[in-house]
């Protein structure tokens, strides 16, 4: 006999797979992993580009995809820009910055 299996909900696959999509990339890990372990839990976009060694355009086009699939959020304080992990996708990006098992 079989066993009905039941499928992920569509809308929560497709949220899901925009997150993933997000973190499909070497460069937003990084960024991912900076916000995670970044001083008071959030960082100034200055911050990212040098240690990145990429402009500051570059860095950020990852953070604006990152925003849009809901794992940064970003603030405004005076001229400066400041980025933290949003608290939406723990789970996955939790899973995704885990040191690699040996």
Same mark, same amino acid.
């Given at each position: ?11 929560? %696959? ?5 997150? !993933? ?30 240690? !990145? ?34 608290? %939406? ?6 899973? %995704? !910055? ?5």
């Amino acid at each position: 006999m079989c066993t009905y299996l039941a499928p992920l909900d569509r809308s929560v %696959a497709e949220e899901r797979a925009t997150v !993933l999509k997000a973190m499909a990339d070497p460069t937003r890990l990084q960024v991912l992993s900076m916000l995670r372990d970044a001083p008071e839990g959030e960082a100034c976009g200055c911050s990212l580009n040098s240690p !990145l060694r990429l402009s500051q355009p570059t860095v950020s086009y990852h953070l604006k995809i990152l925003i849009d699939a809901g794992l940064v959020c970003r603030r405004r304080s005076g001229n400066w820009m400041w980025y933290s992990i949003c608290n %939406a996708h723990d789970d996955l990006l939790t899973a %995704a !910055l885990a040191p690699a098992r040996t």
